[in-house]
């Protein structure tokens, strides 16, 4: 699908997607139990892969029509899968099903999608083997497909803090049920480390005990999954939130703009956009007791922006600072480049092509807003839901049209991502035929 936007004032009142995270999170949770409900989950190409893999392993996942998600779990002993476990574009769900695999008694293949098949799994087999496992890339380069052979009782372990948060919460989310526990060392410093909060917020919330230790986080043997009631509920996604927040920054109608509800604090690392986008100058109020936030447009300036925890937030801020007055500097990027695609030459190379000046480096990405007109042209959203979003943003006050290729690839953490545009006043047509 290719949708092109022309330039639109928002207005209105949006409510946030449910978190993408915490969902990923809840589904796997919710299988190592024996049964638990989840309300108010994600339910996205991304989140039914990791549904699919909990079916795979022997539980089942029954959503109801209004949404909520009847999990029957495999209560800490998956089975062997019948078939591939196919992750399709879904890093989350790799990583995280990956460290579940050993703990079934026989072989599970994992694959994904060509752009989840090019991405770094290394760290998590090493760490998986060093633990007792067989845990080899068929290739021999670290990436998918993946076959895993337990068992997995838990020990000490190492592992680099610099390329996924998502290694560790995969590893703490198996080593719960293992004889042993697990103790990760980080060998290096932990990015995205507000991720690993989540991961512990949603343990605890699950019943499971584990914490940050001096030297990396621990968490203990033989425990189960249960949460209070048997139910828990997904709060609202802050990465998602980024892209209405962003759209009344750069469009909103003066002393109206937009409101977002379901913004209620949490361990979300991506709660900064709010901040950053107040620093940048945007009119912003943020209720945090009702978990609503009103913007609206004001001039934009540029400013400094360290994403080492907040990886997710690049493709919108750099949107930002297309729009902002002087130069948007954002920080310690390196890790963006192994996501769905290399977001920091993706964001450069696509702003470009509506006439946003830009200097890439390996770990930075400087956007210069005053040299920067933005003029609507066609642009590819690079089978990145980020990308796809932030570059929609652009194409709000881009000066004339601006067609995005490819852009039903939104499903994978935003379904409704279009149609909020179309909520908050945006014009835009949808053409299905690509």
């Known amino acids: 699908m290719n949708v092109t936007i022309t330039p639109s004032n928002v207005e209105g009142t949006v409510r946030a997607p449910p978190s993408k995270s915490y969902t990923h999170r809840a589904i796997l949770a919710a299988g190592y139990a024996d049964e638990a409900t989840v309300r108010d989950a994600l339910w996205s190409a991304d989140t039914r892969a990791t549904a699919r893999a909990v079916t795979l392993f022997g539980g089942d996942v029954t959503r109801t029509d209004d949404g909520i998600l009847e999990i029957d779990g495999f209560d800490g002993r998956p089975d062997v899968p019948a078939d591939v476990i196919d992750c399709a574009n879904s890093g989350t769900t790799m990583r995280l099903v990956t460290a579940a695999a050993p703990l079934a008694d026989g072989t599970t293949v994992l694959t994904g999608d060509e752009s989840l098949r090019s991405r770094p799994q290394g760290p998590l087999l090493e760490a998986l083997a060093d633990l007792g496992a067989e845990a080899d890339s068929t290739r021999g380069n670290g990436q998918a497909p993946l076959v895993v052979t337990g068992p997995l009782s838990g020990g000490d372990v190492s592992i680099p803090g610099d390329v996924s948060s998502q290694y560790i919460t995969a590893l703490l989310l198996a080593g719960a049920v293992t004889e042993d526990g697990i103790v990760i060392d980080l060998e290096t410093e932990l990015k995205s480390a507000p991720y690993i909060d989540i991961t512990l917020e949603v343990l605890a919330d699950f019943g499971v005990d584990a914490r940050h230790t001096d ?142 000046e830009t200097t890439e480096e390996t770990d930075s990405l400087t956007i210069h807003g005053t040299e920067s007109t933005l003029e609507g042209a066609t642009v590819r959203g690079r089978a990145d839901h980020r990308i796809i979003m932030a570059l929609a943003l652009a194409g709000l006050v881009a000066d004339g049209e601006t067609t995005i290729e490819g852009a039903d690839h939104v499903a994978v953490s935003y379904p409704g991502f279009f149609s909020t545009l179309e909520e908050l006043d945006v014009s835009l047509e949808r053409d299905d035929r690509h």
Do not use: C
């Open 215 to 356: 030297t990396g986080f621990e968490v203990d043997g033989g425990q189960s999954y249960a949460p209070v009631g048997g139910e828990y509920a997904v709060p609202g996604d802050f990465s998602s939130i980024s892209y209405p927040l962003a759209a009344g920054a750069i469009a909103g109608d003066e002393g109206a703009g937009v409101r977002i509800e379901g913004a209620h604090p949490s361990a979300q690392g991506d709660s900064a956009i709010v901040e950053i986008v107040e620093r940048m100058g945007a009119d912003v109020d943020w209720d945090r007791d009702a978990g609503t936030i009103d913007v609206s447009t004001a001039p934009l300036s540029g400013i400094d922006v360290d994403v080492e925890d907040t990886p997710d937030l690049l493709p919108t801020i750099a949107t930002l600072g297309a729009v902002a007055d002087g130069d948007t500097h954002i920080t310690n990027a390196e890790h963006v480049r192994y996501k769905e695609t290399d977001r920091v030459s993706a964001m450069a190379a696509e702003l470009g092509k509506l006439g946003v």
